[in-house]
């Protein structure tokens, strides 16, 4: 019974902090909207248990939006640390990272750090993440003179979708 009740218990940890759902990111502007995304575990102590977009950025054109369900996106790498002294680059088809990976199960998304371009000149920078994400503090706002870039999550059932709008 109480291996039962351990694996119950284990299984709702990882529901309620893996990912769950999509990252959607829009950009309702003429800017190309560069980003690296970061995910966590808010629950491990310290700030050693995180997963964030090593190369390449994401690069999401004006007037475009992309849905991510994983970090399984075709040609990137992911910086994915587990303790404190290390971090190990994994791709994004690395098992622990696709959908009902260890990894993936047990983070959710919490930041994105951005930059606009227009024709490839470099413009404004910042970042917007969930303000529970005490690690690295951001705002869910962040106002720029390209655009609004605004974080924010949807919670339907058991998926929760995060959003980053660019308007």
């Not at 690395?94 to 009902?100: D, M």
């Not at 870039?149 to 998926?159: A, P």
Request: proline share 7%; aromatic share 14%; charged share 5%.
């Amino acid at each position: 019974m109480k291996k039962f009740l351990t694996i119950i218990g284990l299984a709702f940890i990882s529901s309620a902090y893996g990912q769950g759902g999509p990252l959607v990111i829009n950009n309702y502007t003429s800017y190309d909207f560069h980003t690296r995304v970061t995910a966590a575990n808010l629950t491990t102590p310290g700030c050693y248990f995180y997963v964030a977009l090593n190369d390449p950025e994401l690069v999401i054109s004006g007037g475009n939006s992309v849905s991510y369900n994983s970090y399984n996106i075709p040609g990137t790498t992911w910086k994915v640390s587990t303790s404190p002294t290390n971090a190990t680059p994994r791709p994004g088809n690395h098992p622990s990272l696709t959908l009902g990976g260890v990894i993936s199960n047990n983070t959710k998304w919490v930041m994105s750090e951005f930059q606009f371009y227009q024709t490839g000149t470099p413009l404004s920078s910042g970042a917007v993440g969930d303000t529970a994400y005490t690690c690295n503090p951001v705002p869910n706002i962040f106002n720029t003179p390209q655009a609004v870039v605004e974080w924010f999550t949807i919670t339907s059932g058991t998926t929760t979708s995060t959003y980053i709008q660019i308007y």
